[in-house]
């Protein structure tokens, strides 16, 4: 597992919210899900493990509130 300097990589990460590699993709071409950093200008995406922790507390607070997943 990467550590928070070296953030997760877009398997990593999806791995972490419980979906597919293929389902985190199509999140992000609709602009959804949570907000990856760029370390290398050009460079791959990765992800925090505290901001992707943070996005899936949101989501959990947001289907208790709403009475059930969504």
Known sequence: M???R?????KEAAARIG???GTFRNMRSRGYGPQ???PVPGG???????TVDAWI???EA???KHGGAR
């Open 19 to 21: 979906v597919s590699y």
């Open 57 to 59: 507390e949101q989501r």
């Open 2 to 4: 990467a550590s928070d």
């Open 62 to 64: 947001t289907a208790a």
């Open 6 to 10: 070296d953030g997760l990589s877009q």
């Open 36 to 38: 990856p950093y760029y």
């Open 44 to 50: 791959r995406p990765r992800w925090r493990p505290a």
